[in-house]
C-alpha cells in the first residue's frame, strides 16, 4: 500500500511543479494520509533514522537550517520538511519526496519543523527522539487561540512522548520551561543570561507563573516575556541552563541567538565535535525571508520576516541596530499570515520616526497606513506591490540597503517580484 502512496505522490508532486500549479511541499501528503492515515508512522516503524521536532512561534526555519547544516557537516545524512509545509500532510510530503519507491532511503536524521498548533497531532503520529520548544508568543489568533490554550495542547501531548524523547526548552519563556513539569523526560535547557534594563513590553504575552499564576518578577528582560524570570510566590524561577552564548551569531537580533543556543545544544548532546558546530556556524546560510540578502535594480535589499507582534518588534530592534535608513513594510491577511491583523497596534513604531523613507503595501496597506498615522509617521502607500518595490529602491542610495518587512505571503511575493520565483 505504501510502495503505491509514494508512487502517487512522487507523480502529483511532478505534475504540480510541471504544470506550475505549486510547489508540491503538501498536497502529496495530504493524499497519503487520506490514503493511509498512519503513513507517516508506518514509514518510520524500525527505522534508525532520527527524529527532530522543532516547535514554536518564531525560529523554527532558522533552528532547523542551523541543525541541519552542522549535520551535513558532520557528514550525516539528513532531510526535513519545506518551511511552510509544517502541518503533517506537509511531514508526509517530505517523506515520499526524500524517499525511494522500492525501499526507504537511509537517512540519519530527518528534521521536522511544526506549526504550533500541529504538535499534538504530530507527536502521536512520530516518536521523536528530541522535540525543541523554541519559544509561544500571540500568532494568528483566528486558527490558534491565546497562548494558554496552545500551551495546554503541547503538555498534554508532552505526557504521551516516549520516554526517550530529550525535550530542549527555552528557559527565558515561563510556558516553555514549564513544559518539563512532571514530564519523564530528560529536560535540557538554553537562554541568555545577559544584564540589561529593559523592561516587559506592552504585547508581552506569558508574564504570569505558569504555576500559580501569580504575576512573575525580571531581572532581566530580553524581548517581550523572555528573560530571568522568577515567582516571588510559589519560588518557581527560571531553570538552569547549558548554554547561554556563543562566540559567534551568524544572524543579527537578540532572537537569533536563542535559535542559535538550541540548534548548537542539540549538536552538543549527540556529542558533534565543537570544530564541526563552528564551522557551521561560519558558513550558516539563511533560509529565504530570514535576513536574506539580495539585489534588485543594482541596489541591496534585506528581508525580514515579520509576522507577529514580537517578531515584528525584533525586526525593528535588529534593523536599528543596523542603522536602516530605508524600510518597506509589507502586510497581508491570508491564511498563512492570519486573517487578524489587529496585532499591529501591538508594536513598537518609535524607530521608525527617524526613518524618512517608508513604504508600506499589501492587502491591508490601509490598516497599516492608519497605524503609522496615529503615531504621525511620514509614509508612502501603495496598493500596488510592485509599484511599492520600485518606489522603495528607486528612493534607496545606491550605498544603503532597503530593509522589507512583509509578513509571510507579501515575503513570498517580494521575494517573486526580486528573483522570479517564490522559493529558491
Known amino acids: 500500500m505504501n510502495y503505491i502512496i509514494l508512487l502517487l505522490g512522487k507523480i502529483f508532486s511532478f505534475l504540480s511543479k510541471k504544470l506550475n500549479l505549486g510547489h508540491g511541499s503538501t498536497w502529496p501528503g495530504h493524499i497519503a494520509l487520506k490514503l493511509n492515515r498512519n503513513f507517516v508512522k508506518d ?19 532558522t533552528t532547523s537550517k542551523l541543525i541541519e547544516t552542522i549535520l551535513k557537516e558532520n557528514n550525516k545524512k ?78 498534554e501531548s508532552i505526557k504521551n512522548l516516549s520516554k526517550d524523547t530529550i525535550l530542549i526548552l527555552n528557559a527565558d519563556d515561563p510556558q516553555v520551561a514549564y513544559l518539563s513539569n512532571n514530564a519523564k523526560n530528560k529536560s535540557l535547557y538554553f537562554g541568555l543570561n545577559e544584564k540589561n534594563n529593559n523592561k516587559i ?131 497581508n491577511d491570508r491564511i498563512p499570515d492570519g486573517l487578524d491583523v489587529s496585532w499591529i497596534w501591538d508594536t513598537n513604531l518609535d524607530y521608525l520616526k527617524q526613518i524618512k523613507n517608508i513604504h508600506i503595501s499589501g492587502e491591508r496597506t490601509y490598516d497599516l497606513a492608519i497605524r503609522l498615522r496615529y503615531e504621525n509617521l511620514r509614509f508612502k502607500a501603495h496598493e500596488d506591490l510592485n509599484t511599492a518595490l520600485n518606489y522603495a529602491i528607486d528612493n534607496t542610495k545606491d550605498n544603503e540597503v532597503l530593509f522589507i518587512l512583509p509578513t509571510y505571503s507579501a515575503m513570498l511575493e517580494v521575494r517573486k517580484l526580486i528573483i522570479g520565483k517564490k522559493i529558491s
Not at 536563542?258 to 548548537?264: D, E, K, T, W
Not at 550558516?284 to 539580495?294: M, N, S, V
Open 43 to 61: 514509514y518510520f516503524l524500525n527505522s534508525k533514522t532520527k527524529i527532530i521536532v522543532i516547535c514554536g512561534t518564531n525560529g523554527k526555519t
Open 201 to 331: 513590553s506592552h504585547g508581552a504575552d506569558s508574564i504570569y507563573c505558569p504555576k500559580c499564576l501569580n504575576t512573575l518578577t525580571y531581572e532581566s528582560v530580553y524581548f517581550s516575556h523572555l528573560g530571568n524570570w522568577k515567582c516571588q510566590n510559589c519560588g518557581l524561577e527560571k531553570p538552569k541552563t547549558s548554554i547561554t552564548s556563543l562566540p559567534y551569531y551568524p544572524l543579527a537580533g537578540e532572537y537569533n541567538k536563542y535559535n542559535f543556543l538550541a540548534g548548537v545544544l542539540f549538536a552538543k548532546q549527540e556529542n558533534i565535535k565543537d570544530e564541526i558546530i563552528q564551522k557551521a556556524l561560519n558558513s550558516f546560510k539563511p533560509a529565504f525571508g530570514r535576513q536574506e540578502d539580495l539585489e534588485f535594480n543594482g541596489k541591496k535589499i534585506k528581508i525580514f520576516l515579520s509576522k507577529n507582534p514580537t517578531s515584528f518588534n525584533e525586526s525593528l530592534a535588529t534593523i536599528k541596530s543596523l542603522k536602516a535608513k530605508n524600510i518597506l513594510i509589507v502586510l
Open 78 to 155: 539528513v532531510f526535513l520538511n519545506s518551511s511552510g509545509a509544517n502541518l503533517l500532510n506537509g511531514i508526509a510530503s517530505s517523506v515520499i519526496l526524500s524517499s525511494g519507491l522500492f525501499k526507504k532511503t537511509n537517512y540519519d536524521f530527518a528534521i521536522f519543523e511544526v506549526d504550533e498548533n500541529s504538535v499534538p497531532e504530530v507527536n502521536k503520529a512520530l516518536t521523536p527522539d528530541y522535540l525543541i520548544a523554541l519559544n509561544l508568543f500571540r500568532d494568528q489568533l483566528d486558527r490558534y487561540g491565546e497562548v494558554d490554550a496552545i500551551i495546554q495542547r503541547w503538555k
